[in-house]
């Protein structure tokens, strides 16, 4: 099932800011995500279920600020103690998911419909983060992942790759336009493509 | 801006919390008989200390958690940060 995009409103293709004399691969590229499954995971305090035993589509939870645990289709990022963020192309891995979690230990939601997901692949990503959040950025590498605020707006950056870096940033879908408009804006500098 | 160490994400700025209050009021305790002073001391009333201070702080826009934080409100210097439920000397 496709998913209805939550930035179609904002999210138009082609060349931003200063772009200029600037080679199209040194460009910033931002797109939108949507055909991604999400769930949130969260360990009942009184659960005795040791989830290290736990295994989904290969991967196993870790309880470590900042750890994502990945694949090549899934990612388990870390939020918060005994509290995780699954997300994954696979969209039929929810059916597992429930069978694994069982609901008398685990609190499993579905918010693949409550999620504005923005990608941003470039040299200049994390320039463009700390525009907008006092997180240190440096000490974030790849296969880290932060809960933060971005202009006031709650997001949860995901670090895919280091080279050349690219991030995924998740906010709640209502406030997806604003967080794209904050993104956009701080990219102008470096010139951005939207993919 | 001013930094906190959150104790489960590490150091965080403070825009990522809000102050909950003072984190040495302790509930009365249940079925016990109390005065109207002493439930009008645990909802309403607190000191403003000029000081080292134990406040309760939570990670809103991190891990949502409940930490305490050991902080002086004259020079807001954070000596120490702890879990919610741990035990501070």
């Not at chain 1, 670090?159 to 993104?183: A, Q, T, W």
């Not at chain 2, 102050?19 to 509930?27: E, L, Q, S």
Request: glycine content about 6%.
């Amino acid at each position: 099932m496709s998913q209805i995009s939550a930035l179609a409103n904002v999210h138009t293709t082609g060349q931003f800011g200063d772009y200029g004399g600037k080679n199209e691969n040194d460009l910033l590229k931002i797109s939108e995500n949507k055909n991604l499954l999400i769930v949130q995971i969260v360990q009942y305090k009184d659960s005795k279920t040791l989830f290290e035993n736990i295994n989904i589509d290969g991967l196993k939870l870790k309880n470590e600020a900042l750890s994502v645990v990945c694949n090549n289709d899934t990612r388990i990022l870390w939020n918060a103690p005994n509290n995780w963020l699954l997300v994954s192309k696979k969209l039929s891995l929810m059916k597992n998911i429930l069978d694994e979690f069982k609901d008398t230990d685990f609190a499993v939601t579905d918010l693949s419909h409550s999620r504005a997901i923005i990608e941003i692949e470039g040299k200049d990503v994390k320039e463009v983060l700390k525009k907008g959040c006092p997180f240190n950025f440096d000490i974030l590498e790849k296969n880290n992942s932060v809960n933060s605020t971005y202009n006031g707006i709650a997001f949860t950056v995901d670090m895919l790759d280091d080279n050349p870096n690219k991030v995924r940033l998740f906010s709640l879908r209502s406030f997806g336009e604003s967080l794209y408009h904050s993104i956009t804006d701080a990219s102008l500098e470096f010139g951005f493509k939207s993919i | 801006m001013l930094y906190i160490k959150c104790p489960h994400c590490g150091m965080r700025p403070q825009i990522e919390f809000s102050y909950g209050g003072d984190a040495t009021v302790k509930r009365p305790e249940l079925n016990k008989e109390i005065s109207d002073q002493e439930w009008d001391d645990f909802v309403y009333n607190r000191k403003s200390l000029r000081g080292k201070h134990l406040e309760l702080w939570q990670h809103l826009s991190g891990c949502r958690q409940w930490i305490k934080v050991e902080r002086d409100t004259a020079t807001h210097e954070i000596f120490k940060t702890f879990k919610a439920n741990e035990e501070v000397a």
